[in-house]
């Protein structure tokens, strides 16, 4: 019987507890600087060195490249670059290789659509996806 | 109550019949009412005791009309049926288990003024009715043809049937006390002194066994959720399953008022405060006893089935029957 | 004529108490359990095979999904596997950033375990008690690596991010804290007669049999077996800090629940001296090349995760990727105990049994 009063006091005792019940959809859910969201693309940055298609370990980055349109500069840009967030896991690994920081991180992570073909985000959603850019990467 | 026995002495007929039915009519709005509250009240209680707030979104911040969107859901969801169960007895089983839990409020007495019917053997019509129950969960168990249902029918006849005995076993000795098997005038005995304070044992096997009547935890083996699923009702569904979740309401109802009228003195004020109305007491009372209930539920992990008919019947019935013995001897001595 | 018939019961794969998408084929007679048989299978994923085409980094992210509630030691197992194969450094901050987000990893697994377990056995507040707590673990680890669970936090030699600033007394308040309120635990559970009843006694088995079934971990040690990897083998620099291990004696339920209660305690206080021996400045992470390449050859190394000793082996030919990597998944060795347990023991003691080995579907099914 001692347990069990004692298991009773407790319960009571956390009545007027603080609760810990987050108000998320109500309220957004802070996240730390560095949570791992959505990422983030900036073209203008983009060498095109391919290093983020080789280390993504699922194979959910596309992206092609063309020569710079100004004849006197060496390298290529980006044409299209496209991320499936059917099957990206947002392990940061390509923020990591990406020696320019083109693509970068944000703490923005609501992913849910009504369809599939939504998940698909192309080059221009990724620019455009600018806020809560993480700082630090 | 004087129409009310000429209305009863009366001949069938029709418009008797009409004039029964209506006169039921308020009683079933307070207990859906209650029944309604009761749910939302446990959500809360859990809810704070777990450090979460309950309902807060339909209808207000504090969820006011949860319980009645999760109603109007269960009426508007297809009512499914296992192919292979047994049709009638399906149907059945939730008929037989909430019509007694409603027939049982018949004879609670509120207050002096407020109560439906005062028969001589009130006590002995509760208990004796609130025990067919146990046949809807059973019928339901065997009918849904699935094998966790029928555990969980085994389980519940097994438990009311062993926590049945000690339960009335207590009972004797409040009707050794009060000499009566009246529920009015067993609250009448207790004007100065409530039951409780006289039968401290006698209360607390009550109160377990009736924790075991009404498959609350720690006791709801029949319904265990960890084991068996949902027990008996895993294959109800939409209004088939509100009518096993309304009978266990109802039943929280009943045996939170029985326990009032037996243990706590009913309608009797606290001496002193006779100036608060009867019904506010009776209110308060019953109130702090769903809340035990509720408490209970939100503390305790479940018991297993074989050591709950070991402490049914090695435990609860011995003490029982001392208790009995007791009160005999006290009756003897000092009234 | 009354007879008594054998029935066949399924047990999962969803049903709220086997954790997962786990199967159980049971025959019961009554509420008896005659034979039960496990079926697994349903989550598996086949992280070793694709590990053979993923490069050592890529790996990683992988690891977070076996064991997903102290993904930590996944992460720490495999980086330490390639990391001994090459014979890469490890800078000393990185060490003690991984031990203590190991440790806190192992707290937040134990707190799950306390919770569901309890939830199991029908209590239903602990399970939102030890989430409050773990939540704290979580916000903590989630400001030091960016993500709630699947963490990707350990790199090869080293790890991704230092401590954020003023995460490391963070963790300082939260030992006194977390201590609070385990003994809180304590008082409302631990005590409880109902509960002492349905675990004492229940699943028991003795030191032969335990190790026979080469089981790891708390299931082990609750027989009396004193063996911990951090003790007896000691990777990382589990060497430097002063700990028990909790061993248990009767082998039953009781014994498997005060050995991880115990294991808190004593995670606490590896945090806690890590949090002071920590270096106050340095690199974390060491000197890898740009490219990972394991010289061919072979390595076995083990650590203890929460469930048991987790291992990682990995035969290399001298390429970017392993030619074949393979996971000792503790929750997968500790389930073959199963059957011999269930037999003979009621419906009601099924869930008991089960919560008490602590399985893992992710891990058991890899």
Request: with cysteine; hydrophobic share 45%; proline share 5%.
């Amino acid at each position: 019987m001692k347990g069990i009063t004692k298991g009773l006091a407790h319960t009571l005792r956390n009545m007027s507890k603080k609760k810990m019940s987050y108000q998320y959809p109500d309220e957004p859910v802070p996240m730390p600087d560095r949570f791992r969201g959505i990422q983030k693309f900036y073209p203008e940055k983009c060498i095109v060195c391919n290093q983020c298609v080789n280390i993504c370990p699922t194979d959910c980055i596309q992206l092609t490249g063309k020569k710079h349109p100004d004849p006197d500069r060496k390298g290529r840009i980006i044409e299209t670059y496209d991320i499936n967030f059917e099957i990206c896991i947002l392990c940061d690994l390509c923020t990591e290789v990406c020696p320019t920081e083109a693509i970068v991180m944000t703490n923005n992570f609501e992913l849910a659509d009504y369809s599939r073909d939504e998940l698909f985000k192309d080059l221009q959603w990724l620019d455009e996806n600018d806020t809560n850019v993480r700082e630090e990467n | 109550m004087e129409w009310m026995m000429e209305l009863l002495k009366s001949p069938p007929g029709l418009s008797n019949l009409s004039t029964f039915l209506i006169l039921t009519l308020p009683v079933l709005s307070i207990v859906l009412g209650f029944v309604t509250y009761a749910i939302l009240a446990e959500r809360k209680v859990l809810g704070y005791m777990q450090l979460r707030y309950g309902p807060n979104r339909t209808g207000g911040r504090f969820g006011l009309l949860q319980t009645v969107a999760d109603v109007l859901k269960l009426l508007i969801k297809e009512d499914t049926r296992p192919k292979e169960a047994d049709r009638p007895l399906f149907i059945l089983a939730p008929v037989i288990a909430f019509v007694p839990s409603f027939m049982v409020l018949a004879v609670i007495p509120y207050t002096e003024s407020v109560m439906f019917a005062n028969i001589g053997v009130g006590l002995l019509y509760f208990i004796a009715i609130s025990g067919l129950t146990t046949v809807g969960m059973l019928t339901a168990g065997w009918a849904s043809n699935n094998k966790y249902a029928l555990m969980g029918g085994m389980r519940s006849a097994a438990q009311m049937i062993s926590y049945e005995i000690p339960l009335l076993m207590a009972l004797v000795g409040v009707v050794l006390f009060a000499g009566s098997l009246n529920l009015v005038e067993i609250v009448e005995q207790q004007q100065y002194i409530p039951y409780i304070l006289l039968q401290p044992i006698g209360f607390i096997i009550f109160f377990i066994a009736a924790t075991a009547e009404l498959n609350r935890t720690p006791f709801d083996l029949p319904e265990a959720e960890s084991e068996l699923i949902a027990g008996y009702h895993v294959e109800y569904s939409g209004f088939r399953f509100a009518f096993f979740m309304l009978a266990e309401y109802v039943y929280l109802f009943a045996m939170s008022a029985l326990i009032t009228v037996l243990y706590l003195g009913g309608w009797n004020p606290i001496i002193g405060l006779g100036f608060i109305p009867d019904l506010v007491w009776f209110g308060i009372k019953f109130s702090i006893l769903v809340f035990v209930f509720m408490w209970v539920r939100a503390t305790l992990p479940r018991i297993r089935p074989d050591q709950l008919m070991e402490f049914g019947w090695k435990v609860l019935l011995p003490v029982a029957m001392l208790n009995i013995f007791l009160s005999a001897i006290l009756k003897e001595i000092f009234f | 004529m009354i007879r008594t018939e054998e029935m066949l019961l399924n047990v999962g794969p969803q049903h709220p108490s086997t954790h997962g998408v786990f199967r159980l084929v049971v025959k019961v007679e009554g509420e008896i359990i005659r034979e039960a048989t496990p079926v697994i299978g349903y989550l598996h994923r086949g992280t070793e095979k694709l590990a053979e085409d993923l490069q050592y980094t890529q790996i990683i992210p992988y690891t977070d999904r076996m064991d997903y509630l102290s993904a930590m030691t996944n992460n720490y197992v495999i980086c330490h596997a390639v990391e001994t194969i090459v014979g890469l450094e490890v800078p000393e901050r990185a060490e003690y950033l991984r031990v203590i987000a190991m440790e806190l990893g192992r707290i937040a697994s134990h707190l799950v375990w306390y919770g569901t377990y309890l939830l199991d056995l029908g209590a239903t507040s602990p399970f939102l008690y030890a989430f409050r707590e773990r939540e704290a673990i979580i916000n903590l680890l989630n400001e030091l690596c960016g993500a709630r669970l699947t963490f990707n936090y350990m790199r090869i030699g080293g790890v991704k991010w230092d401590a954020p600033e003023g995460w490391i007394d963070k963790v300082r308040e939260f030992i006194p804290y977390m201590r609070e309120q385990l003994d809180g635990y304590h008082g409302f559970i631990s005590g409880n007669e109902i509960f002492l009843n349905r675990v004492k006694g229940i699943g028991q088995y003795t030191q032969e049999e335990a190790i026979q079934y080469s089981l790891s971990g708390a299931n082990l040690r609750c027989t009396g077996v004193d063996y911990d990897i951090r003790k007896v083998e000691p990777y990382s620099i589990y060497d430097r800090f002063d700990f028990d291990v909790p061993v248990g004696e009767t082998g039953d339920a009781w014994a498997r629940y005060k050995c991880r209660m115990g294991e808190i305690e004593e995670s606490l206080k590896i945090l806690e001296q890590a949090v002071e021996q920590i270096p106050e400045e340095g690199k974390v992470l060491g000197k890898v090349p740009r490219i990972i390449k394991a010289p061919k050859g072979e390595v076995y190394v083990r650590i203890e995760s929460p469930r048991g000793e987790i291992g990682c082996y990995i035969a290399s030919d001298n390429k970017k990727s392993p030619y074949r990597l393979k996971f000792r998944r503790p929750s997968f060795y500790n389930l073959q105990i199963l059957p011999k347990l269930l037999e003979g023991e009621n419906m009601a003691n099924l869930v008991t049994i089960l919560g008490g080995v602590d399985i893992v579907l992710g891990e058991v099914d890899g």
